[in-house]
């Protein structure tokens, strides 16, 4: 089991950046792949990046490669998403998930409560 809290969102410009955070509390984290999704109102969830624990695998979605990148800084509990050059088709609730590597299932079972993010001038 894992507890993730969300921090970070709020009102930014066009153009704008933003850093979110997801931390992360519980059992043998290296265990876990975290991730990131968006969903904005009327649409499905969006899958925007994912990562091991460790770093060993990083994957970004293709709507996001170049202006969003996930990190974890050293050995902390707690993993990033970097968000610049911001537009106003990014204003979404951000959240933050986890899912055991190697559950056969492939779903993420553990989520932040989310953060709103809103791109406007």
């Known amino acids: 089991q894992v507890q993730l809290v969300e921090s970070g969102g709020g009102l930014v410009q066009p153009g704008g950046s933003l850093r979110l955070s997801c931390t992360v509390s519980?059992?043998?984290?290296?265990?876990?792949?975290m991730a990131w999704f968006r969903q904005a109102p009327g649409k499905e969830r969006e899958l925007l990046a994912a990562?091991?624990?460790?770093?060993?695998?990083?994957h970004h979605a293709d709507s996001v490669k170049g202006r969003f990148a996930m990190s974890r800084a050293g050995a902390g509990n707690t993993v990033f998403l970097q968000m610049n050059s911001l537009k106003a088709e990014d204003t979404a609730v951000y959240y933050c998930?986890?899912?055991?590597?190697?559950?056969?299932?492939?779903?993420?079972?553990?989520w932040g409560q989310g953060t709103q993010v809103t791109v406007s001038s």
């Open positions: 998930a986890a899912k055991r590597r190697g559950d056969p299932s492939g779903a993420y079972s553990w």
């Open positions: 519980g059992s043998t984290l290296s265990n876990y792949v």
């Open positions: 990562r091991t624990w460790l770093g060993e695998a990083t």
